[in-house]
């Protein structure tokens, strides 16, 4: 996938296989322990396979579309293809040695995105930070981290924003409190280049800022931060994503996300306007 085309990764095409597998699967009465017997594989290595949460070997899809009984070759040629192209490593697979394995599959859900809405509370979203604010956070997360690897997991954060600057970027839609720009991380000149980074994000077309602020009081988004993916083949369900200290949560089922839709829905009426979003963002800017 390139930056210029959202929606069109090796993600989504894994995510699309699995759950053709799974219907074919179904339609013809065969349980997840027969079709992984059929690969010399456990019924729990064919659940992630119809997640999409596992690569796939074309041989192994093969032979589940012969005891499904897809034997057209118009049609097993377009799921063999499929299953070629999901097999595809991302460009984030590069780092591995600082990606952990659960946000891996974030990441590349993140790039085949075509709307991201986020709520952030501690600090600036990683697609929103500058270099030297992206340092400053990872050293605090990272302490004990050599200097190689702090500048290896900041060129990863600023790769992730390739993506929003390209011709046919996904929409993007923050809404972010208050605390996270008034939190000093790095020092004044940090913060000041940062508020000046959301100023300038603030104006690309399929960008949409938004501040909750203190004034409020409490706000819709009582769990904490919160991230919705939407992606543009309907077969897809939109996904939320929560981030925890050593792993993470992916919802997708509708009454789930039907939640945090309404939450998010909620946080962008009760925040500021986008215009006051900026005038807020340059007041801060007039007292660092």
Not at 8 to 13: E, K, L
Not at 145 to 168: F, I, N, W, Y
Not at 202 to 223: D, I, K, Q
């Amino acid at each position: 996938m390139t930056t210029d085309q959202p929606g069109s990764g090796s993600m989504v095409r894994r995510i699309l296989l699995g759950s053709q597998l799974r219907r074919l699967r179904e339609s013809r009465g065969v349980t997840r322990e027969d079709a992984g017997y059929s690969i010399r594989a456990s019924e729990s290595k064919i659940s992630r396979m119809e997640l999409g949460r596992v690569s796939f070997k074309e041989r192994d899809v093969a032979d589940l579309l012969t005891l499904y009984g897809v034997t057209e070759p118009t049609e097993r040629d377009a799921l063999l293809g499929l299953a070629r192209e999901a097999s595809v490593a991302g460009w984030w697979h590069s780092y591995s040695d600082v990606l952990p394995g659960w946000f891996q599959t974030y990441v590349g859900l993140e790039e085949s995105a075509s709307c991201i809405e986020i709520f952030e509370l501690q600090f600036v979203h990683g697609l929103l930070q500058t270099d030297a604010y992206a340092r400053a956070v990872v050293l605090l997360g990272q302490p004990s981290a050599s200097d190689d690897e702090v500048e290896r997991r900041v060129d990863l954060r600023l790769r992730r924003q390739k993506m929003l600057m390209g011709e046919k970027s996904p929409e993007f839609h923050a809404v972010l409190d208050e605390a996270a720009l008034r939190r000093p991380y790095g020092g004044p000149e940090v913060m000041r280049g940062q508020i000046e980074r959301l100023l300038e994000v603030s104006e690309l077309p399929h960008v949409t800022l938004h501040v909750m602020p203190f004034s409020f009081g409490g706000h819709a988004a009582e769990t904490g931060a919160f991230t919705l993916l939407r992606f543009p083949d309907a077969e897809l369900p939109d996904v939320v994503y929560l981030e925890q200290l050593t792993g993470a949560l992916y919802l997708d089922k509708r009454d789930e996300v039907a939640q945090y839709v309404r939450v998010m829905d909620r946080l962008r009426a009760d925040s500021l306007s986008v215009k006051g979003t900026r005038d807020l963002l340059r007041s801060i800017l007039q007292g660092a």
